[in-house]
């Protein structure tokens, strides 16, 4: 059975204060106003805003259409269309902007909000100032505030895309530096099965040459076995320790390439001088390699050797290297052990320390963009390398890509978040500019006509029925009120007049008193009252 989830404390007490703050301002409103109506012109506001303010939170769309529906009611206000709801339908629509991402819904309810607004003013009939009042200061409590809430939103959400790329960020450098330590850890093993493997095996058959010495008691070559045995005995430890230290790495990864101090040629005289039947020769112009490169032919050579003098000790090996234009071939021969009836080295023993001898060399012959071809060769084995002079740049390690990837798709989100904001905040500040350069003329010239035709009353008085225009000139004003009611157009007048209609005072939001004047041939014939707040006539 699913519970009902409820909203938590925080939830609950922001929207309290909100509904609060809201309710404060709808009651001043209604004091301010005089209301006559306490269950329409409070409870119902009351109500309304009780509901629409948590229902903001889920469905902020549904609330700024209920709030609105409270302005629009404010439209059939007799007195005047401005009320304290259309700062609830700002704060409304700013939050249906900090809380829906997308633009497309929160325009449609805005452009719904406006048209019942127009509705409402032409069902009604409203003079001209409720339709200003509609089509300027509703659309300006909609839309400036949904675009401040999309602003909000988009800064929040830049900082939170900023701290997860920086989370990112951090992740990515200790992958990496879990792969630097890993990546050193498999160099470390290379450079002891190459460099450690290769010496005790020129000692193990050292020590066996020795042992073959008719100069020697049967003690030595009792010492000198037991010398082999303990040799045989590091080698293994060696094998473990390898073992251990050794990571798999993929074509990705590779070795230090750190110069070595040694030389194939410093290489090949320890192993004659050690007894090992070695013959080599290099061919074409010896070019200057790069370290890698020459690193790597160095460990291809050191390895083939301590393979041969491993599993064939008395064969005899043939080194060549070939110099080419762009690339370096290494071959090593080594020619079938006495007595191991042509079989060679067996696959299973050529790969040498737990099978990481060959795969470990051709991991870094891979890395240098080369290939090695290892195989039985007339009996015996040979080890060939072809190490291009120009080593592919490093690729970037498996793990390490992976968090790269990871930065980098953080880094393009937060890159489009923070366009996004830019966006939001150019609009955010462009719509008022807009807005004020399409609604403030209008308003301008809206309280310009509203308040050139105003005829004081003092003066009004003193207007005398059967006077001339030109006597009455100096009363009169500039303009004639534009907008008078149909109520005060369709009035009955004196026959073959022409009226015109003056208002009695400069208030711009709040209904006065209009005066009528008619005129025949140029003479005042009557003049009258039209109350404000009913359809009567004060005849003068």
Not at 107 to 136: E, G, I, R
Request: contains cysteine; glycine residues 10%; proline residues 8%.
């Amino acid at each position: 059975m699913r519970h009902p989830r409820h909203p938590p404390v925080r939830s609950v007490l922001v929207d309290g204060a909100l509904w609060g703050v809201l309710a404060a301002a709808t009651g001043y409103g209604f004091r301010d106003a005089g209301g006559a109506s306490p269950v329409v012109d409070l409870l119902l506001p009351l109500s309304v805003l009780a509901v629409a303010v948590p229902l903001s939170r889920a469905r902020p769309g549904a609330a700024v259409l209920l709030v609105n529906g409270l302005c629009a009611l404010g439209l059939a206000d007799t007195a005047t269309p401005a009320n304290a709801h259309v700062l609830s339908l700002a704060v409304v629509s700013c939050l249906l902007g900090g809380r829906v991402a997308r633009a497309r819904g929160p325009l449609l309810v805005l452009a719904s909000c406006l048209a019942v607004d127009m509705t409402a003013c032409a069902v009604l009939q409203v003079p001209a100032v409720w339709w200003f009042y509609a089509l300027a200061v509703l659309p300006a409590a909609l839309l400036l505030p949904w675009l401040a809430g999309r602003h909000w939103r988009g800064r929040r959400e830049l900082v939170r895309e900023g701290w997860r790329l920086a989370g990112s960020l951090e992740e990515r450098q200790h992958l990496v530096a879990d792969r630097a330590r890993l990546t050193e850890r498999a160099d470390i093993a290379a450079d002891m099965h190459d460099s450690l493997g290769h010496a005790l095996s020129l000692v193990a058959l050292r020590a066996g040459a020795l042992e073959l010495s008719p100069d020697l008691t049967e003690g030595d070559r009792a010492d000198l076995a037991e010398l082999r045995g303990t040799i045989a005995d590091a080698v293994e430890q060696l094998r473990e320790t390898v073992a251990v230290l050794h990571e798999p790495r993929e074509t990705g990864t590779g070795p230090s390439g750190s110069p070595v101090k040694d030389t194939v040629e410093d290489l090949l005289g320890r192993a004659v001088a050690s007894g090992v039947p070695v013959r080599w020769e290099r061919r074409g112009a010896v070019p200057v390699l790069p370290p890698m490169v020459e690193h790597g032919m160095y460990r291809v050579v050191q390895e083939a050797l301590t393979n041969a003098v491993k599993h064939a000790p008395d064969s005899k090996v043939s080194l060549a290297i070939d110099h080419e234009p762009d690339r370096t071939r290494v071959t090593v021969v080594n020619a079938a052990s006495p007595g191991a009836g042509g079989s060679g080295q067996s696959g299973g023993r050529a790969a040498d320390i737990g099978g990481r001898g060959l795969t470990g060399l051709r991991e870094r012959v891979t890395v240098l963009g080369g290939t090695l071809r290892t195989g039985p060769h007339r009996g015996g084995f040979r080890v060939t390398a072809v190490l291009p002079h120009r080593p592919p740049a490093r690729v970037t390690p498996p793990g390490t890509g992976t968090a790269v990837g990871s930065a980098r798709e953080a880094t393009e989100r937060h890159a489009a978040v923070r366009r996004s904001a830019h966006r939001r905040s150019i609009a955010a500040f462009a719509a008022p500019v807009v807005a004020a350069a399409f609604f403030v003329p209008a308003a301008v010239y809206l309280a310009w006509q509203l308040t050139t035709g105003v005829l004081p009353p003092s003066r009004f008085d003193e207007l005398e029925p059967g006077r001339s225009r030109t006597e009455l000139t100096r009363l009169l004003p500039d303009r004639a009120f534009p907008y008078p009611p149909d109520h005060a157009r369709s009035a009955p007048r004196p026959p073959g007049a022409a009226c015109e209609f003056y208002r009695s005072g400069r208030d711009l939001f709040d209904q006065v008193d209009l005066y009528r004047l008619c005129w025949t041939d140029g003479r005042l014939v009557a003049k009258d009252t039209v109350k404000a707040t009913d359809t009567g006539r004060k005849s003068g």
